[in-house]
């Protein structure tokens, strides 16, 4: 492979580690949970970390780490750690940040389960979570202090579709001497390169457009080695030793080792298959999403739509600058009550009723009723999550029939 090849060409050819026995063109699936040494000192070496040799499946295997490497060659990174989930990846990021003492900066706009860990599962830890508006960079930079580890945000929020200024926001939390850590879901590496704009660590769901239409479960952890982590509260003692490399040493020699979340051979596999589509998949999804949404916009049921890809949107710019033309595949509708949203839901006959975003088939959901459903209505208004919004994940299928099932489930 040419050093001038494309990132498809790279992605498609990266090698695996080893040669395989039987010149297999895809990765085998090592379904194995332990590896066999030729000796004792050898086994020593390799629990040692001072050999690269595979010791057991919940720290490293052989087809995960091959997803890994490919992951590594689309994205640039430093290194990358999958994991069994996104929510998997979110966590063991943020407790290879954060300590007891420590805050985090995000907003309270966020998916919900990102919601309850920053205000639930953290603080039981003595971990402070600092909910603030990230559009207003003045109450994010008073925000941050000495013990603040991380400001943590989604770079499209789930499902409210706000888009904050990354690079302003980069700026602020390096000049405080914090790293940026980015949930980039919604817009796969294919279209959106995170270190371009200031992000550190980025945090991805692999479920979603990655695993090739929802074939598996999975998350990863993209380190770009591009913090200083002297500065960092937790990983400043390792950082004398290891440099802008300490999260990624904290992270695969302790935190995803005792956590056990390390993603399966399986998942794996099928995940690497779906990156080799992702950029064409991604491309017609993301057209799909913006003609179906200039169709849905005009519809006189529609209250209104929100789509950051829409001229009309007031994060367009923004979000051209940063996302390109096609800001991703999900879009959110307002009907008139949360009874009308159920009647949509309830006559869509090709959308499916389902959670989950960017499967090849289109899925719509009520969030208010589902993902935010345990949460109290004064916390649901604090996280902008409306009782008349329905979440559309478009698909593959054509447009001209997704319209006409929304259409005729209004009717």
Sequence with gaps: ?????????????TPYAKPDVY??????????????????????????????????????NPTVQHFEDRVKTLTGAFS????????AAITNAIFTLAKAGANIVTSKHLFGNTYSFFASTLAAF?????????????KLESSIDENTCAVFLEIITNPQMEVVDLNAIAAIAHKKNVP???????????????????IDIEVVSSTKYISGGATSLGGLIVDYASFNWLASPKLHTIAKDFGNAAFTVKLRKEIHRNLGAYMTPHAAYM????????????????????????????????ESVNYTGLPTNKYYQLSKSQFGEYPGAMFTLNLESREACFKFLNNLKI??????????????????????????????SEMNVSDKTIRIS????????LFQDISDALR
């Design 180 to 198: 940026v850590v980015a949930d980039t879901t919604i817009i796969p590496f294919c279209a959106f390169n995170a270190k371009n704009f200031g």
């Design 80 to 87: 990358v750690t999958a994991l069994n989930s996104g929510m």
């Design 126 to 138: 003595g971990v402070e979570t600092r909910f603030c508006d990230l559009t207003n960079l003045s």
């Design 351 to 380: 959308i499916k009723r389902a959670t989950n975003l960017f499967d090849n088939k289109s899925l719509a959901i009520h969030p208010a009723s589902t993902i935010f459903g345990s949460f109290t209505p004064e916390v649901r």
């Design 271 to 302: 995940q690497t298959l779906g990156l080799e589509t992702l950029d064409l998949r991604f491309e017609k999804a993301s057209k799909n999403c913006m003609k179906l949404v200039q169709l849905v916009e005009s519809h006189k049921k529609v």
């Design 394 to 401: 478009v698909g593959l299928e054509s447009v001209e029939d």
């Design 23 to 60: 010149n297999a063109l895809s990765m085998p699936v090592y379904h194995s949970a332990a590896y066999e040494f030729e000796s004792a000192e050898a086994m020593e070496l390799a629990f040692a970390g001072k050999t690269a040799e595979h010791t057991y499946s919940r720290i490293t």
């Design 1 to 13: 492979m040419g050093k001038g090849n494309k990132m498809e060409t790279k992605l498609l050819h």
